[in-house]
């Protein structure tokens, strides 16, 4: 059995004393010995952390004191070694950047579909159509059979990327999908002000899919946002390896290559220059 979990969670909620959290619930992480990474920001909290199952049980009751994070829910996958190097809590603007006005989830976000139902959906065929929120070098190592790929390596530019989309698609029934589904919070109501009928968002996002379906109609892996690079349908950790010089994911065949040399070059970045290199989003 693993002696690690990773747990990732967030909250859309107004909090109006980041300042003052910040010190409560760092000292409360290293006090535990978590490692990882908590956004706070005006609009909610982002968490991200992992240690043991009885630190992470002590620090989840911790942060249910608070009850704007009563009826926080955590996905939950298992490790065999620490992923993070280190405990950060961060103030930001916004926990997920999006750069678009008007659009709060704490106020109003688009209808979940459970994982569950969305599956029901596509084994009976149903005219569903997926759209991958996430970014370009995420898709690579896995997305749903035949979803959409809106070619972003930002999510400040998926705005332009859904104004670039078929119009047709505004009368389908459309799922957006993101790694724990923070993304999908602000991708979904945004395209429901562009005018697309129908937008749902996976509740839980594709982590509590894998954990509730399975790889039922996912091709491949799910980028993650530690050291663990990927982890498959069983929520396992994968063989995939990571650029450290561009941020790309790369499979064991790519990371073979003459191109990948370990914190130089892979296949997707050699002889660019480290300005070219990708960005990296939570």
Same mark, same amino acid.
């Given at each position: @059995?693993?002696?690690?979990? /990773?747990?990732?969670?967030? #909250?859309?909620?107004?909090? /109006?004393?980041?300042?003052?959290?910040?010190?409560? !619930?760092?000292?409360? %992480?290293?006090?535990? =010995?978590?490692?990882?990474?908590? *956004?706070?920001?005006? $609009?909610?909290?982002?968490?991200?952390?992992?240690?043991?199952?009885?630190?992470?049980? /002590?620090?989840?009751?911790?942060?249910?004191?608070?009850?704007?994070?009563?009826? @926080?829910?955590?996905?939950?996958?298992?490790?065999?070694?620490?992923?993070?190097? +280190? @405990? *950060?809590? +961060?103030?930001?603007?916004?926990?997920?950047?999006? =750069?678009?006005?008007?659009? $709060?989830? =704490?106020?109003?976000?688009?209808?979940?579909?459970?994982?569950?139902?969305?599956?029901?959906?596509?084994?009976?065929?149903?005219?569903?159509?997926?759209?991958?929120? +996430?970014?370009?070098?995420?898709?690579?190592?896995?997305?749903?059979?035949?979803?959409?790929?809106?070619?972003?390596?930002?999510?400040?530019?998926?705005?332009?990327?859904?104004?670039?989309?078929?119009?047709?698609?505004?009368?389908? #029934?459309?799922?957006?999908? %993101?790694?724990?589904?923070?993304? &999908?919070?602000?991708?979904?109501?945004? @395209? $429901?002000?562009?005018?697309?009928?129908?937008?749902?968002? !996976?509740?839980?996002? !594709?982590?509590?899919?894998?954990?509730? &379906?399975?790889?039922?109609?996912?091709? =491949?892996? %799910?980028?993650?946002?530690?050291? +663990?690079?990927?982890?498959?349908?069983? *929520?396992?950790?994968?063989?995939?390896?990571? &650029?450290?010089?561009?941020?790309?994911?790369?499979?064991?065949? $790519? %990371?073979?290559?003459?191109?990948?040399?370990?914190?130089?070059?892979?296949?997707? &970045?050699?002889?660019?220059?480290?300005?070219?290199?990708?960005?990296?989003?939570?």
């Amino acid at each position: @059995m693993s002696a690690l979990i /990773n747990i990732s969670g967030y #909250k859309f909620v107004t909090l /109006n004393d980041t300042v003052a959290l910040r010190p409560k !619930i760092k000292g409360q %992480c290293v006090q535990l =010995g978590l490692k990882g990474t908590i *956004l706070l920001a005006p $609009e909610g909290i982002n968490v991200t952390i992992s240690g043991t199952k009885d630190a992470l049980q /002590n620090f989840e009751e911790f942060l249910k004191e608070d009850p704007r994070f009563s009826d @926080m829910t955590f996905k939950e996958s298992p490790s065999d070694h620490q992923p993070f190097n +280190r @405990m *950060l809590v +961060r103030l930001k603007k916004e926990i997920i950047a999006f =750069g678009v006005e008007g659009i $709060e989830p =704490g106020v109003y976000t688009s209808p979940f579909v459970k994982p569950t139902v969305l599956k029901e959906w596509l084994d009976k065929g149903e005219d569903v159509v997926m759209l991958d929120t +996430r970014n370009e070098y995420e898709m690579k190592l896995g997305t749903f059979k035949d979803a959409i790929n809106p070619h972003i390596d930002s999510f400040r530019e998926f705005p332009a990327a859904v104004r670039a989309l078929d119009p047709s698609l505004k009368n389908k #029934k459309i799922v957006t999908f %993101c790694t724990g589904g923070v993304r &999908c919070e602000k991708a979904a109501p945004f @395209m $429901e002000k562009e005018g697309f009928k129908e937008v749902y968002q !996976i509740e839980g996002g !594709i982590l509590k899919y894998f954990e509730e &379906c399975g790889g039922a109609h996912w091709e =491949g892996d %799910c980028f993650v946002f530690d050291q +663990r690079v990927a982890v498959n349908p069983n *929520l396992e950790e994968t063989t995939a390896k990571q &650029c450290f010089a561009c941020r790309s994911p790369l499979t064991l065949e $790519e %990371c073979k290559t003459s191109a990948y040399q370990p914190n130089v070059s892979c296949p997707y &970045c050699i002889g660019k220059r480290a300005a070219d290199a990708l960005p990296v989003h939570l």
